[in-house]
């Protein structure tokens, strides 16, 4: 299994932004899709963004517009940028990969917005 790592989690006010990062330890990180979900109180766990080892991505309608996935291969990181955060995007965001066909799971950051 992959160890995940995120950061950059916290309390900012509506509109403000931030920045998430996911490390991992896949020694060859380039090879595969890697994704962000999030997970709110008493609600499932959702899909935010994926990236693929091309650099396609994929958004969630509420992500569009707002929100930047994006990987730095000779970091093994994978960062979710937020701008114009809601209160509604308050949850708790992991960080997501498959590869080598296990499915591998973060232990997630808060992200609070907040007046």
């Known amino acids: 299994q992959v160890q995940l790592v995120e950061s950059g989690g916290g309390l900012v006010q509506p509109v403000g932004s931030l920045t998430l990062s996911c490390t991992a330890s896949?020694?060859?990180?380039?090879?595969?899709?890697m994704g962000w979900y999030h997970q709110a109180p008493g609600k499932q766990r959702e899909l935010v963004a994926t990236i693929n080892s091309r650099g396609s991505t994929n958004y969630a309608d509420s992500a569009k517009g707002r929100f930047t996935i994006s990987r730095d291969n000779s970091k093994n990181t994978v960062y979710l940028q937020m701008t114009g955060l809601k209160p509604e995007d308050t949850a708790i965001y992991y960080c997501?990969?498959?590869?080598?066909?296990?499915?591998?799971w973060g232990q997630g950051t808060q992200v609070t917005i907040s007046s």
């Open positions: 896949v020694i060859i990180f380039r090879f595969y899709a």
């Open positions: 997501n990969t498959n590869a080598g066909g296990i499915e591998s």
